[in-house]
């Protein structure tokens, strides 16, 4: 895949881990990151008075930011299960 893929017609990802939405310019454009689970990154940027799509591939070593946030939302994770086991616990109290 080149750098950008300007107005893609459609885009298809399996095994989606997590996805990242950010308003860059209110009512102007949004960004996507678009994490995989075997590790592939994509951008999805959106925006314009004639709406304009830039889609691509960002995957290769995964910077300590996309770490981080990678380990925030599987702490999220975690500590939904652990408050999930309390719950469970103290109902068969």
């Known amino acids: 895949m080149s750098k950008f ?5 459609e885009i298809v990802l399996e095994d989606v881990k ?3 939405y950010e308003v860059m310019e209110p009512g102007k454009a949004v960004w996507l990151g678009i994490y995989l689970s075997d590790g592939r990154i994509y951008h999805l ?3 314009g008075n004639n709406l304009w799509v830039n889609y691509s591939d960002e995957s290769g070593p995964i ?3 996309d ?6 939302e599987i702490a999220k994770e975690g500590i939904m299960k652990y408050n999930e086991a ?4 103290a109902e068969n109290d």
């Not at 893929?5 to 017609?9: I, L, R, S, T, Y």
């Open 5 to 9: 893929v300007k107005n893609p017609d």
């Open 18 to 20: 997590m996805v990242h």
């Open 45 to 47: 940027n959106i925006g």
């Open 63 to 65: 910077t300590t930011i």
């Open 67 to 72: 770490k981080h946030t990678l380990a925030v």
């Open 86 to 89: 309390l719950k469970t616990l």
